[in-house]
């Protein structure tokens, strides 16, 4: 499987929408327990704003999507890279 058909298969395949459990699952793989600060600053948002995707109350921007598909395909290829090494 590919990096892009891998890190797509984090959208919902009939939609092209990043759900809020999905949101929630990328942050912790990629940031840690502590994601939501992280992804805050790096997706330049309030906290309140990230709260809303978070809870489901607000969609989350189409732009974040890919922002994040970018964040999960990076962390895909340090991996891969770190894991060839050893």
């Given at each position: 499987m590919?990096?892009?058909?891998?890190?797509?298969?984090?959208?919902?395949?009939?939609t092209?929408?990043?759900?809020?459990?999905?949101?929630r699952?990328?942050?912790?793989?990629?940031?840690?327990?502590?994601w939501q600060?992280?992804?805050?600053?790096?997706?330049?948002?309030?906290?309140?704003?990230?709260?809303?995707?978070?809870?489901?109350?607000?969609?989350i921007?189409?732009?974040?999507?890919k922002?994040?598909?970018?964040?999960v395909?990076?962390?895909?290829?340090?991996?891969?890279?770190?894991?060839r090494?050893?």
């Amino acid at each position: 499987m590919s990096k892009r058909t891998e890190a797509s298969s984090i959208f919902s395949a009939s939609t092209g929408v990043l759900a809020p459990e999905k949101l929630r699952q990328i942050g912790a793989a990629l940031r840690g327990p502590q994601w939501q600060t992280t992804f805050c600053e790096e997706l330049c948002v309030t906290e309140h704003t990230l709260s809303s995707w978070v809870a489901g109350d607000v969609p989350i921007p189409d732009e974040v999507r890919k922002k994040l598909y970018f964040l999960v395909c990076e962390k895909v290829e340090r991996l891969t890279a770190l894991a060839r090494s050893i």
